[in-house]
């Protein structure tokens, strides 16, 4: 089969909420509280689930509490309380009162800009219900109204939907649905969640939330841009991708896990191609080199079945010529098999005491040792690939600096939502294909 790459293009991601944001790593910042913030409501005591907000948020001067030492958290939040907390979120600044009522800059700012009208503000020390708390939000913040599908059962309103993809908003389940409760008032305490979002957003812009952690989205890295409602299991129960206009082939990789295969019977029950193993390094200090058992009675008897093959080399490198050592031996032991799959760089971390990935090297470093190995396999007349996880190609890597190789997803969901595109999907570890005894990784490779 012959290999081309895939035409990457962009697509949204869904983001959701989290505390706090502190400059850490280039192109990500983890979420935590910065130290020294406390409340100063009597009120909000550390324990109650919005106190990192309210603590963080009054300490900028972006909500306070009633003048009394009470934030009111379970209180209903005012029209007036609304103007003021979103829009400084949202970067207004602090504006002078234009009238008689304290908030009454705000509700004029708010009406200039069109973003509600003086008739849906209305009474300013009124309820002002949720859905126009959204839409000011998502106004204020500059969004159009998505186009998308509502992920509220209750409401369809494009600013709240834009709000939802940016994770300022995430609703609340009932039964079986999520809902917004559009007409409902909004709570003080529920409103630091959102006006730290909106700060968030406004700070920041659109970012990727993973594990805890946002992350900068990399420039010219193409997005993801498969249609969830397109994967579905076939009448195999292997998964497929139904998309117009996409081809896909069905593959395994197999190591010596895997044990005897009958390969026959693996490509008789559909399987169009296979990544073996070559060989691994240890995950000892001293890394030494090993083969895989299997591979070279794996890769004959796929070729031997007419399947299209490919291989790996399970890399625990920590310098660049590690890498590039790994790189000469697998074209070494693949010299004389007609390769036509890709030959991968699959490095992953061993977390325990003693081993030599435990650190994991510098992003500089991954990517770096990447490079390496992919430049000596092209050069070597092979394809190649690089593998890794959501964790690692968001932590370990950047991935603007791989762009000229292809990439191979592992991440174990019915649908692959990492962020960024990608050529190939593991998407179980635990499948079943008649010739192996055991559980085996299964893949799709996509062709546009």
């Known amino acids: 089969m012959n290999l081309k790459r895939i035409t990457r293009c962009t ?10 944001a502190q400059p850490a790593l280039a192109g990500s910042y983890k979420l935590s509280v910065p130290s020294g913030y406390t409340s100063p409501f009597v009120d909000v005591q550390k324990g109650d689930w919005y106190y990192n907000y309210v603590a ?3 300490s900028k001067g972006i909500i306070d509490g009633y003048g009394n030492g009470y934030f009111g958290a379970d209180d209903s939040l005012t029209a007036g309380a609304a103007l003021v907390m979103v829009l400084k979120a949202a970067g207004s600044g602090t504006l002078t009162a234009t009238g008689s009522h304290w908030a009454s800059g705000y509700e004029d700012y708010a009406v200039s800009r069109g973003y509600l009208t003086r008739q849906e503000i209305g009474d300013l020390d009124g309820e002002m219900p949720r859905i126009l708390v959204a839409q000011l939000a998502a106004k204020a913040l500059g ?3 998505s186009k998308e599908k509502s992920p509220f059962a209750d409401v369809d309103d494009g600013y709240l939907t834009a709000l939802y993809e940016m994770g300022i908003v995430t609703g609340s389940t009932q039964g079986d649905q999520t809902v917004f409760l559009p007409d409902k008032p909004i709570s003080r305490a529920e409103i630091s969640v959102i006006v ?20 900068d989205i990399l420039k010219d890295v193409p997005v993801n841009s498969y249609d969830s409602k397109y994967f579905q299991k076939n009448s195999s129960g292997y998964m497929a991708y139904t998309e117009p206009g996409v081809e896909t082939a069905l593959g395994i990789d197999v190591s010596v896990y895997q044990g005897e295969i009958d390969w026959q019977k693996v490509a008789d029950a559909g399987i169009d191609f296979t990544i073996i193993r070559v060989g691994y390094r240890g995950y000892g200090s001293e890394g030494k080199m090993m083969p895989d058992k299997y591979f070279s009675q794996n890769i004959q008897g796929a070729l031997d079945a007419g399947l299209d093959v490919g291989v790996y080399y399970f890399s625990q490198a920590i310098t660049v010529e590690e890498a590039r050592q790994e790189a000469a031996y697998v074209i070494e032991q693949v010299k004389d098999y007609p390769l036509t799959y890709p030959v991968v760089f699959d490095w992953e971390r061993q977390n325990y005491a003693g081993s030599r990935t435990q650190t994991v090297p510098s992003v500089s470093t991954m990517c770096k040792m990447a490079n390496a190995f992919c430049a000596d396999i092209t050069a070597a007349g092979y394809e190649a690939m690089v593998y890794f996880n959501p964790s690692e190609g968001y932590k370990q890597y950047d991935l603007s600096q791989l762009m000229d190789y292809p990439f191979w997803l592992a991440q174990y969901n019915s649908v692959p939502t990492f962020y960024y595109d990608f050529d190939m999907w593991q998407y179980t570890s635990t499948g079943r294909v008649p010739g192996i005894s055991g559980s085996v990784d299964i893949n799709l490779r996509f062709f546009r």
Not at 11 to 19: K, T
């Open 196 to 215: 730290w979002q909106i700060e968030r957003v406004h700070t920041y812009g659109k970012q990727i939330l993973f594990q805890g952690t946002y992350y």
């Open 56 to 58: 963080v948020l009054n």
């Open 11 to 20: 697509a949204a991601l869904a983001l959701a909420i989290a505390i706090g």
């Open 143 to 145: 969004l159009s109204p």
